[in-house]
């Protein structure tokens, strides 16, 4: 596995933990915050400037689609976090609203969080039991 990976897998594989956790633990703090951002085209326009960025930086240096689970997880990942950014730079602000209404965000809440927090799961571990190539 290749150095880069491991770190991607443990950074990413963290991130997704530690927020998800502080997610269900501030449930309706987080609930307020998601609906608020979403209605906040500013706001927005800095999310996904930070997605962007993050999810660049993750495909143009991480694009492996062959071998492990692990490599794989983690470049889709990163294109999943373009796609973001991309969405949230580029789609009319009553689209974002809209889409956000069709997802009942509240409604499911812990099911979007569970995912995250899965992914989570699997890529720290892959990144701290993977030997390094």
């Given at each position: 596995?290749?150095?880069?990976?491991?770190?991607?897998?443990?950074?990413?594989?963290?991130?997704?933990?530690?927020?998800?956790?502080?997610?269900?633990?501030?449930?309706?703090?987080?609930?307020?915050?998601?609906?608020?951002?979403?209605?906040?085209?500013?706001?927005?326009?800095?999310?996904?400037?930070?997605?962007?960025?993050?999810?660049?930086?993750?495909?143009?240096?991480?694009?492996?689609?062959?071998?492990s689970v692990l490599p794989?997880?983690?470049?889709?990942?990163?294109?999943?976090?373009?796609?973001?950014?991309?969405?949230?730079?580029?789609?009319?602000?009553?689209?974002?609203?809209?889409l956000f209404e069709r997802?009942?965000?509240?409604?499911?809440?812990?099911?979007?969080?569970?995912?995250?927090?899965?992914?989570?799961?699997?890529?720290?571990?892959?990144?701290?039991?993977?030997?390094?190539?």
């Amino acid at each position: 596995m290749s150095p880069l990976t491991t770190f991607l897998s443990r950074l990413i594989g963290l991130f997704c933990i530690i927020i998800s956790v502080s997610m269900v633990v501030h449930r309706h703090a987080t609930v307020e915050t998601v609906t608020a951002l979403v209605h906040n085209p500013p706001l927005l326009l800095i999310v996904g400037v930070i997605a962007l960025i993050a999810g660049l930086a993750t495909v143009l240096g991480h694009s492996i689609w062959s071998g492990s689970v692990l490599p794989v997880i983690v470049t889709l990942v990163g294109w999943l976090i373009l796609i973001k950014g991309l969405l949230f730079l580029f789609i009319p602000p009553q689209a974002a609203v809209a889409l956000f209404e069709r997802l009942r965000y509240d409604q499911f809440f812990f099911a979007y969080v569970a995912v995250s927090f899965v992914i989570g799961v699997y890529l720290t571990y892959g990144g701290f039991t993977t030997k390094r190539s």
